[in-house]
């Protein structure tokens, strides 16, 4: 079988029985580049950032996946009422260039009897990871099929969810895999807050207190050249004044999430609830010295 000419402006989708097989193939030996952009669907700014930074790589075919991964949901999260939304996400691939879609269904990505999974290793149970148990080993699962199936040479992740794209580093690294991955800075909306697929669930007063996350980094990150205590501080007195949002945890760590140092480029991160809504922001922040935003947002 020979491979398609993928073409910009020319969406393929795979989304049938064997398409696993199907897309690999067609893939495979397509003389170009290879960009993909793993989402779970209901495309926002953000994941159209993803997919515009990866369009910039030249000689490119760009490639996204829409799949609502079962295993990165635990039992009392909210995998059964994600927001789907695909017809509008081909709409908004098909307009952004994307040639391939590939949209697996569950028993495609793991047919009955799947037992083996990816352990992210200790920094798998922390943040994140100590309040959603198991979430980072579906997280890599399902990273390292499709860079199995897809065999991009570029895969692109937002920052918004750094603990996630650090651990995706690790496991590249780890073991032996080939892409390069590509973070891209956080898309926010004109207050601040984060694009999440999820920010669609706040009601309306909570969407406007959802502000206090990006608030309360911006505060933290001007007072990194006064040190981690007074980052903590700052970040904590901002947050006080948002009484509903329950904070999960605040940490300052180094740029690889490893204990944060006590001068220079380090990671702030906070998380918590609106109501029923989870929230998670970061920012890079630079501690101690003299350094401006500008070199703190350079940071990692
Ligand atoms: O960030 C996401 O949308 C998901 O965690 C990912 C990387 C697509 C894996 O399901």
Redesign the pocket.
């Known amino acids: 079988m020979t491979a398609p000419q993928f073409t910009r402006g020319r969406l393929n989708v795979y989304s049938g029985p064997s398409d696993v097989t199907r897309v690999a193939r067609a893939l495979h030996g397509v003389g170009r580049k290879i960009a993909l952009i793993?989402?779970?669907g209901a495309l926002h700014e953000g994941h159209l950032e993803l997919i515009r930074r990866a369009r910039r790589i030249p000689n490119t075919v760009l490639a996204v996946?829409i799949?609502v991964?079962p295993l990165?949901f635990g039992p009392n999260e909210d995998f059964e009422r994600y927001p789907r939304a695909l017809e509008g996400d081909l709409r908004a691939c098909e307009a952004e260039g994307v040639e391939v879609v590939f949209n697996p269904s569950v028993p495609d990505v793991y047919p009955p009897g799947s037992a083996v999974t990816v352990h992210p290793g200790p920094l798998g149970d922390e943040l994140e990871g100590a309040i959603r148990p198991g979430h980072f080993a579906g997280?890599l699962t399902?990273?390292a099929k499709l860079l199995n199936i897809v065999d991009p040479d570029y895969a692109l992740?937002?920052e918004k969810?750094y603990q996630?794209l650090v651990l995706i580093k690790r496991m590249v690294a780890d073991l032996n895999l080939a892409a390069n991955i590509v973070g891209v800075p956080t898309v926010r909306e004109s207050d601040g807050l984060a694009l999440s697929s999820r920010n669609v669930y706040l009601s309306e007063e909570d969407r406007k207190r959802a502000v206090v996350l990006s608030a309360a980094l911006t505060a933290g990150v001007h007072a990194g050249r006064f040190g981690a205590d007074a980052v903590l501080e700052a970040v904590r007195n901002s947050v006080a004044a948002v009484p509903e949002f329950h904070v999960d945890y605040l940490e300052l760590r180094a740029g690889d999430l490893s204990p944060a140092p006590d001068e220079g480029p380090a990671r702030l991160l906070i998380a918590g609830r609106l109501g029923a809504v989870r929230l998670i922001d970061n920012a890079a922040v630079q501690l101690g010295g003299e350094a401006t935003a500008e070199q703190a947002e350079a940071g990692e």
């Open positions: 793993p989402t779970m996946s799949f991964n990165q997280v399902v990273v992740f937002g969810d996630q």
